[in-house]
């Protein structure tokens, strides 16, 4: 039986026991990490290691990159959706308020404007708010909501922050009707503040005035500056009123065509001061009788060469 006698396979065969082995690596690996932290030995095999490590590394970690970098962009869109519909919602929530508010400072600001024309000006009047325009589409009229009942007489001139608006034509009890200096039939003493020459302007009806009356050699320019000369009894002098835009100048004419805007916004204002009414200028002294006279003989002359 002893050709019999064999070692068994190596299936079979069992080698060191499980917890040997365990506590053989442990040793080893405790034995490792002492020498390497005593010595640094291992310093080298780490960095070459982490080297080949880390390209791998880095390949395997991009799909939760990118996972995350997706979650982060769709979290912000929302948050940024969120945000963007909470200021459109307070947006359309304080507009009216804002608007409100604008209106309110500007108002304000052409109400202090107003009467700080008439304090510069040593002007007395009352601030009037304007209603409606005039219904005559060929007119430049508007209506105040000042009246009889708050004194208010015909003559009256208007003015804004700026200078001359118009002049009161028709009072009624709790109204009145302005007509402004842009109108056809409202005319307006004024003087060249650059050389002091006076004339008269008069309202178009399209928005422009047109200084009248002046020699087509007279000295005035484009830009020059008309303010009220107060020789009508109604304008206080010194009010601004228009500015030179256009001068026309034919020798065959006597008189040059000056045409002018209007400083004060005549069409674009909402109120108005109305000043109160100037006090009367004295009675023109009467003519002498040896210029009565020479007018008397000049009309008979006339009259004698007409019939002639």
């Known amino acids: ?16 026991a499980p917890l040997a082995l365990l506590t053989f690596y442990i040793a080893v690996s405790l034995a490792i990490f002492v020498f390497d932290l005593r010595f ?7 960095q070459s290691i982490a080297l080949v490590v880390d390209p791998v590394q880095r390949v395997a970690q991009t799909p939760g990159s990118l996972v995350d970098y997706a979650s982060h ?21 304080t507009a009216p308020d804002l608007q409100r508010l604008a209106q309110l400072e500007a108002e304000n600001e052409r109400l202090r404007k107003l009467l700080s024309v008439t304090e510069r000006e040593k002007a007395n009047g009352q601030v009037s708010q304007i209603l409606y325009t005039a219904r005559d589409p060929f007119s430049r009229k508007v209506i105040v909501d000042k009246g009889q009942q708050s004194g208010i007489t015909a003559g009256q001139p208007a003015i804004d922050e700026a200078g001359v608006v118009g002049q009161v034509t028709r009072v009624f009890p709790f109204s009145a009707e302005i007509t402004l200096i842009t109108d056809k039939d409202q005319v307006v003493p004024v003087q060249v503040v650059r050389t ?9 009806g399209n928005g422009q005035l047109e200084l009248r009356y002046m020699p087509a050699n007279a000295d005035i320019q484009i830009g020059d500056m008309l303010v009220t000369s107060g020789l009508d009894g109604i304008y206080l002098p010194g009010f601004p009123v228009a500015k030179v835009v256009n001068i026309e100048r034919d020798s065959a004419y006597s008189f040059a065509r000056i045409f002018c805007v209007p400083i004060a916004g005549v069409e674009n204002f909402g109120e108005v001061m109305v000043l109160s009414p100037r006090q009367a200028l004295p009675e023109r002294p009467p003519e002498t009788a040896g210029r009565a006279a020479t007018n008397d003989g000049q009309r008979v002359k006339k009259k004698r060469m007409v019939k002639n």
């Open 1 to 16: 039986m002893a050709g019999m006698d064999h070692a068994p396979p190596p299936f079979f065969k069992r080698g060191p």
């Open 40 to 46: 640094k030995s291992l310093e080298l095999l780490r």
């Open 73 to 93: 962009y769709l979290q912000g869109m929302h948050s940024l959706q969120q945000e963007n519909d909470e200021l459109k919602h307070a947006k359309l929530t």
């Open 196 to 204: 002091g020459q006076r004339s008269v302007v008069f309202g178009l």
